[in-house]
């Protein structure tokens, strides 16, 4: 079965910094992965997401995520951390089974919290 | 272009009353899914509708959840008999018809709160 895990439930980290969320996934097939952020109250938006290729992917406000096929990893990175940042920060993961259904598999989110 | 919208956003309801949560995805989109966020957790997948193909209702904690889909437009998510523990935000994404690898796109959420 998939699943997501997301080990840290809050980061903590000055402005200016760099950041890192940890996210670790588990699917027998080839992994599409994704991150997303939340803002309170507000629905979930997304930052990037690794379908093939390059392993470093680029995304929204600055955030790259390293897939690591050995270490079954997509780390959310982002060299100088804004206070702005800080929001509920998820990682998911769909299968590459040949199944019909795209639903995507959540892990528990990691709250970030970017002091100035 | 607009958005993923849900209505309400906030709905109050006493226990055993039936809510009716509705969707709409952006235009274009034949994919829709329906998520429920429970407080400090992440999202469970409900269900998910595309185009004209049965629905994926695997998701679904109980028979008291359903939901509809008027073709490749707007769905409402029916929750009878509410009871506490369906308090939760209920969240839509709509994602287009390319493939596996297609973003979701997620709406504001519907806060169910049941008294």
């Known amino acids: 079965a998939q699943s997501v895990a997301q080990p840290e439930d809050q980061v903590n980290v000055a402005e200016g910094n760099p950041l890192t969320v940890k996210c670790t996934y588990s699917?027998?097939?080839?992994?599409?992965l994704f991150w997303y952020v939340q803002y309170p109250n507000r629905g979930l938006q997304f930052l990037l997401k690794?379908?093939?290729?390059?392993?470093l992917v680029k995304g929204s406000y600055g955030f790259e995520a390293e897939f690591n096929k050995s270490q079954t990893s997509f780390h959310l990175k982002k060299p100088s951390a804004l206070v702005s940042d800080s929001a509920l920060y998820f990682c998911?993961?769909?299968?590459?089974?040949?199944?019909?259904?795209?639903?995507?598999?959540f892990g528990t989110g990691t709250l970030l919290a970017v002091q100035p | 272009g607009a958005g993923v919208s849900q209505s309400p956003s906030n709905k109050v309801t006493e226990k055993g009353k039936d809510v009716e949560l509705r969707c709409d995805p952006i235009?274009?989109?034949?994919?829709l899914y329906w998520y429920r966020q429970r407080l400090g957790q992440g999202l469970e997948f409900l269900i998910y509708?595309?185009?004209?193909?049965?629905?994926?209702k695997s998701g679904l904690p109980s028979d008291r959840f359903s939901a509809e889909r008027t073709g490749e437009s707007v769905s409402t998510l029916t929750i009878q008999r509410t009871q506490q523990e369906d308090s939760a935000v209920y969240l839509c994404?709509?994602?287009?018809?390319?493939?596996?690898?297609?973003?979701?796109?997620f709406g504001p959420g519907t806060r169910l709160t049941v008294l």
């Open positions: 994404a709509s994602s287009p018809p390319s493939g596996m690898s297609d973003t979701q796109y």
């Open positions: 699917v027998s097939g080839n992994p599409y």
């Open positions: 690794y379908i093939t290729g390059d392993n």
């Open positions: 998911a993961v769909r299968e590459d089974y040949g199944g019909a259904t795209n639903k995507l598999i």
């Open positions: 235009s274009g989109h034949t994919a």
């Open positions: 509708f595309q185009g004209n193909s049965a629905p994926d």
